[in-house]
């Protein structure tokens, strides 16, 4: 019996590399011969919805609407805390040894999201009917 050197081991992975990108390169340079290239003025205008683009692409957003996708975040972030939170809140007291430890820490937590959200209305940025320059 003939032993061959290790490194033939690795042959079916290399053939496999080698004809990936064998056929990734043919593809590609097929597909540059093959397809028509004109650039017309529909073809390079961008696109989005179906909509004509008007105006400038580089204009400014107001404040609000960042505030507002940041309060969806500290929201979101919510609702992925409290769920788990609920699920395991009667095995609460076997995990942390205190009967009313996760209650507590749900009450401290709930309080700074309703000071969040008392300070976020207190400044208007959920009243979308006012026209605010400044926030």
């Given at each position: 019996m003939q032993t061959h050197p290790y490194i033939w081991n690795y042959l079916p992975l290399l053939l496999q590399i080698v004809v990936a990108v064998g056929l990734t390169v043919g593809m590609i340079t097929m597909s540059w011969f093959i397809g028509r290239h004109r650039n017309l003025k529909d073809k390079l205008e961008a696109y989005e919805c179906g909509i004509p683009a008007e105006g400038d692409a580089r204009g400014r957003f107001s404040v609000r609407f960042y505030m507002v996708a940041m309060l969806f975040i500290l929201f979101d972030v919510e609702a992925v805390?409290?769920?788990?939170?609920?699920?395991?809140?009667?095995?609460?007291?076997?995990?942390?040894?205190?009967?009313?430890?996760?209650?507590?820490?749900?009450?401290?937590?709930?309080?700074?999201?309703?000071?969040?959200?008392?300070?976020?209305?207190?400044?208007?940025?959920?009243?979308?009917?006012?026209d605010k320059a400044d926030l």
């Open positions: 805390f409290m769920i788990p939170w609920a699920v395991i809140y009667r095995q609460l007291p076997h995990i942390t040894g205190s009967r009313l430890f996760g209650f507590w820490e749900m009450v401290v937590y709930l309080a700074f999201v309703v000071i969040g959200v008392f300070y976020v209305w207190k400044k208007g940025i959920l009243d979308w009917a006012a």
